[in-house]
């Protein structure tokens, strides 16, 4: 792209949060960008087809936790409370919590079901897909990041609060990110709110390795959306030719880490910087963290909640954990 064709959108870009969020990571001695970023339009569809690709376990596995326990589940949300607001952080296509939403509407339980996503495209698809199959379902959505969203949720009501977290999310942060997560979600809930958190397990590590390198490419092709959608927007020339898709897992530690490798050395132009990319040189994407089960235990506590329940799939793959904010 020329930098003559930017459109003000493009202009204003240069001085947003995702400008110099991208310049913030390309400066450092090893280059990452944010993952939340890969999340455009093109982004939300390739990231669906990569849930429904065979290597990728992790959609199914929670599919049939709230397909086939969703009243359990339930019954340790809820505990005797017949009125909530249900938020649903990182909501994308909502299609496991649907199983929720309708136990809910079958046992009766009052509630607003309260979406937070980043993504606009993803909220739109999402409000037209919950009221057609639910037309009397209470909608409220918010748009931007997940604790600004709960900041505004929390003044708006004194109703229980159910927060749901799924697709392992919370895998997406380092372990100490993660923990720092947990602690300021605990300082936006009150005592005896629950939350629900999708958590991937420790296994095989083949399983592991093989769904963020899917035969198709399609995680290849997600990770180098981000490359384009930063020339759309922020004006750069990334050569996707000058790059290839690598992750590595690690069994010990239960890290799979995501990166770009530059094949070439070669230069990247933004309007106003350039970075420079050597031979062999990584940016690190993202990470997808694995837990043990008694970690989670461990960091419910640590986060100032308490481990009410879980709920497995068959495989014991992949869990949904429930806390209690104390």
């Known amino acids: 792209m020329r930098r003559e064709d930017l459109d003000q959108n493009d202009l204003s870009n240069r001085s947003g949060v995702f400008y110099q969020d991208v310049l913030s990571g390309l400066r450092e001695p090893m280059k990452r960008l944010p993952s939340k970023y890969f999340y455009d339009a093109a982004g939300d569809l390739l990231f669906q087809k990569i849930m429904r690709c065979p290597e990728y376990y992790l959609t199914r596995c929670e599919e049939e936790i709230f397909r086939d326990k969703a009243g359990e589940l339930l019954e340790h949300l809820l505990q005797a409370n017949r009125q909530v607001d249900l938020i649903e952080l990182g909501a994308g296509d909502a299609s496991k919590t649907q199983h929720l939403i309708g136990e809910m509407l079958q046992q009766q339980i009052h509630f ?32 931007g990041d997940y604790f600004d969203g709960l900041a505004d949720m929390a003044t708006t009501g004194a109703l229980p609060k159910v927060v749901l977290f799924l697709g392992a999310n ?44 899917d035969e198709a490419g399609l995680t290849w092709q997600f990770n180098m959306n981000l ?3 930063m020339n759309k927007e922020l004006g750069a020339d990334f050569n996707e030719e000058l790059f290839e898709h690598y992750c590595q897992y690690d069994p010990v530690s239960g890290t799979c880490s995501s990166y770009l490798v530059s094949l070439l050395d070669h230069v990247v132009h933004f309007p106003d910087e350039q970075v420079l990319f050597e031979k062999d040189e990584l940016i690190h994407m993202e990470v997808s963290q694995k837990y043990r089960f008694e970690e989670t235990q461990a960091l419910a506590r640590a986060s100032g909640f308490m481990p009410v329940h879980a709920v497995a799939d068959k495989r014991n793959w992949f869990v949904d954990v429930i806390w209690e904010a104390c």
């Open 112 to 143: 607003t079901y309260r979406p937070i996503d980043i993504s606009p495209h993803v909220l739109e698809q999402l409000g037209d897909r919950m009221r057609t199959a639910f037309p009397t379902i209470d909608l409220q959505a918010f748009q």
């Open 170 to 213: 919370l895998g997406n942060m380092t372990r100490q990110q993660a923990a720092q997560f947990c602690v300021r979600l605990r300082s936006l809930l009150h005592t005896g709110d629950r939350v629900l958190l999708g958590i991937d397990l420790m296994k095989n590590p083949r399983i592991i390795q093989a769904a963020y390198a």
């Open 227 to 229: 490359l384009r959608r």
